[in-house]
């Protein structure tokens, strides 16, 4: 009897094993399937980006001089909770240093979803890390994006743990492949400018723009706004582009499309690290993107340096605390706890009270 007891459970416990096995064969081969098909796929988008980039002959034009550029040396995130990136529009020209058109530090926590963009305006007058003092934009035409890094630390007390650099062509690359079908938005103004090498030309009205025209709105300032509504344009189109990504058919798009932008970004952030940021994004996706502009209202005035030109001279004191308060708000609401707290316990005691 005993005998015949033990033989069933053996025989039970074995299909249960193999019952295990089978389950943890089809998971392995999920796995497998799931990673060879996200290679092939970021690898087919990352072979059509660098054909076009080698018909077009663009690669490298442009670029900051290596001798020039420093290593990019952040101080490494406390966790991996809450990343701050440099993001830099470069405006290239063929035999010529790259500049700085655009100046970003953007937020993220993929734990929560959110995401903040603060924009530092390029004549934004400040100290520049062995240099005299000068527009925001020298920084990275003296030293690349680590010296642009120091810059900011130096001046905001900031801290950023990537950066992500574009070029005009990437920038058309980049829209056009999150949003093949264009980019709608509605033109509140009429937009007109002309010159040798540029045409701008938009009236007034919603439009479904291809990266090419992306790229002529946010970069018009011919109007009394200037740089403050090219400023906002950014903002609204790094927006918009969210949207887009957003709107995806599902993560099965995004190996590729990370293959195809790829080429056209220079930055420091992985592989591996960029596609699990994506993979993050869209299971837990970011519903509004807070923005910011650096320098606040009433936080500036306008000056003019024979050496630097006309510039935005900073009340430091109050951007500082713009950009504390913005981008770590827990921490703010503490320190100003503490301080009335400090207050409380150095007020002279009066009798009766």
Do not use: C, W
């Not at 005993?2 to 089809?26: D, F, G, P, T, V």
């Not at 926590?109 to 240099?131: E, F, N, Q």
């Not at 130096?154 to 650099?165: I, K, T």
Request: glycine share 6%; net charge negative; no cysteine.
């Amino acid at each position: 009897m005993n005998s015949r007891m033990e033989r069933k459970q053996k025989k039970a416990k074995k299909k249960r094993i193999k019952k295990r096995y089978i389950i943890l064969s089809i998971f392995a081969s999920l796995f497998i399937f799931s990673v060879a098909y996200g290679a092939i796929q970021y690898e087919t988008g990352r072979s059509e980006s660098m054909s076009k980039l080698e018909a077009t002959d663009n690669a490298n034009e442009g670029s900051l001089d290596p001798s020039q550029e420093l290593q990019f040396t952040p101080d490494k995130p406390e966790n991996e909770e809450t990343l701050n990136v440099l993001l830099i529009g470069v405006d290239t020209e063929e035999n010529e240093p790259a500049r700085t058109d655009t100046i970003m530090v953007a937020q993220y926590s993929p734990k929560d979803g959110t995401a903040k963009l603060a924009s530092i305006m390029r004549d934004s007058y400040v100290s520049i890390p062995g240099y005299q003092d000068n527009k925001i934009n020298a920084a990275f035409f003296f030293g690349g994006p680590e010296l642009l890094r120091q810059t900011i630390k130096e001046n905001f007390d900031l801290d950023v743990h990537y950066y992500a650099m574009v070029n005009f062509d990437g920038f058309v690359s980049l829209v056009d492949a999150i949003a093949p079908n264009g980019i709608e938005l509605d033109i509140k103004n009429r937009m007109y400018y002309q010159s040798s090498n540029t045409y701008i030309d938009f009236q007034p009205g919603v439009q479904t723009l291809d990266g090419q025209q992306a790229l002529n709105y946010v970069r018009f300032r011919s109007d009394s706004n200037n740089d403050f509504g090219r400023v906002a344009r950014q903002q609204e189109m790094l927006s918009l582009l969210k949207d887009e990504l957003l709107s995806l058919s599902g993560l099965t798009r995004v190996p590729r499309l990370i293959g195809q932008i790829e080429p056209y970004i220079d930055t420091n952030i992985t592989t591996g690290k960029v596609i699990s940021l994506g993979r993050d994004f869209l299971l837990n996706p970011v519903e509004e993107i807070e923005t910011l502009r650096i320098p606040i209202e009433n936080g500036y005035v306008d000056r003019t340096y024979s050496h630097a030109g006309q510039v935005l001279e900073l009340d430091f004191e109050k951007n500082r605390q713009a950009i504390s308060a913005f981008f770590n708000p827990d921490q703010e609401n503490t320190e100003m706890i503490m301080s009335a707290h400090d207050h409380i316990d150095d007020a002279p005691y009066e009798e009766g009270h």
